[in-house]
């Protein structure tokens, strides 16, 4: 466990081959006698089940919360998620909650116990985001994506053994979390200059590191294989280690994540199937690199120059050089096996520019497509 791990409470990180047999050990050490595993259908066939039988070797009592899907059929962090769990919590007896699954069930569970003040274990699935560590849930209130404080786990296991079993399409949607860092790197440091947001370098390097040692391996995680898998799955723990220490989400999320909750929004008032976080992030990365490279290399804007570039040209296009180009990123996204366009997710050309017009009103943060926008 490194020095940032400890700093934020997280008291254990297991990311090896049967790290689900530790869960119950750890629990056994903790003296935690009564536990919720919440899960959703797939995940307790995943893991789910193969924890409580853990648990019954050490004593343990362990209450179950299959969270239900929602109207289109999918499990969707909502205010019908986030009561399911709650009236499953006991104030008195419920010593712990154990997340088992990826995004959607961590962000349901993270919330209930920072609610409850009951500590909160996390058991990923599937390599699939970096928010396993996150102290900020985004939940979907009224059809409308925010972000609530919530509380970071107390520890982490990661099992190799379920999460290299995890489908492709999970792998490939963590990968194009990881590779939307481009843009989330790129943009914070603007904000910085530009509006003077907050910055942190020793984050801001953790991010950037965990995102090269992807790329690096972007050909092992699109074959799944067990180094791949670590690699990924340590990349998107530091991910969310370097937004704890930062206490912001802005090491991570840029206009990349803005214009993904933008399509997540509608599609869930369209009433269709939603799309998973990661896959909408890798493409709205590429979208984001291209609007980016056309205004500060070629001088296309949607409107006006921006009053930034007026000013800061020289700097924001050398800080450009980092982000790759729209085609190298989605020729990535591609050796991750994930989707690489619009298309392939759904996305039609009306709701692209929409979203590139508005997705910067989702989030308070002074990134690039604001001011191209704003312009």
């Known amino acids: 466990m490194n020095k940032g791990m400890e700093t934020q409470g997280l008291d254990q990180m ?16 903790k003296g935690y ?10 995940t307790y066939a995943a893991a789910g089940k193969q924890l409580e039988q853990e648990l019954r070797k050490t004593s343990r009592r362990a209450g179950l919360c299959i969270i239900d899907p929602g109207a289109a059929g999918d499990v969707v962090a909502d205010e019908q998620s986030l009561l399911q769990l709650l009236i499953e919590i006991d104030p008195e007896k419920t010593d712990a909650v ?12 993270r919330f209930a116990c920072y609610k409850t003040g009951k500590p909160f274990i996390s058991m990923p699935t599937a390599p699939s985001v970096d928010g396993f560590t996150s102290k900020g849930a985004p939940l979907i209130i009224r059809g409308v994506k925010k972000t609530f404080p919530a509380s970071a786990p107390v520890a982490i296991f990661a099992d190799l053994d379920i999460l290299v079993k995890a489908p492709q399409k999970l792998v490939a949607a963590g990968f194009g979390d990881m590779l939307g860092k481009y843009t989330s790197l790129f943009d914070w440091k603007f904000s910085h200059l530009t509006a003077d947001e907050p910055y942190h370098e020793p984050s801001a390097v953790m991010t950037e590191k965990a995102l090269r040692s992807c790329v690096e391996h972007v050909d092992d995680i699109g074959h799944r294989t067990e180094e791949g ?14 937004m704890l220490i930062f206490g912001q989400s802005h090491p991570a999320s840029g206009a990349e994540h803005h ?14 199937r939603a799309l998973l976080h ?8 590429a979208e984001i690199s291209r609007l980016y490279h056309d205004a500060a290399d070629r001088g296309v804007y ?7 570039l007026r000013q800061h040209g020289a700097v924001i296009r050398e800080w450009l050089e980092e982000v790759p180009p729209e085609g190298e990123i989605r020729s990535l996204l591609q050796r991750a096996g994930g989707p690489v366009s619009k298309a392939e997710l759904g996305i039609d050309d009306a709701l692209l520019e929409q979203s590139l017009r508005e997705a910067h009103h989702v989030r308070e943060r002074s990134t690039m497509l604001r001011a191209l926008n704003e312009a």
């Open 229 to 242: 898998i670590r690699i990924l799955m340590t990349a998107l723990i530091e991910s969310g280690i370097a």
């Open 33 to 42: 006698q009564q536990v919720i595993i919440t899960a959703d259908a797939n």
């Open 259 to 272: 214009v993904s909750h933008y399509w997540e929004m509608e599609y869930l008032r369209r009433g269709s």
């Open 14 to 29: 297991v990311l090896e081959k049967g790290a689900i047999k530790k869960a119950a050990a750890y629990l056994a050490k």
């Open 98 to 109: 154990i997340a088992v699954g990826s995004g959607t069930i961590h962000d349901i569970v």
């Open 302 to 308: 949607p409107g006006q120059e921006p009053e930034a």
């Open 278 to 285: 990661g896959a909408k992030v890798g493409v709205a990365c």
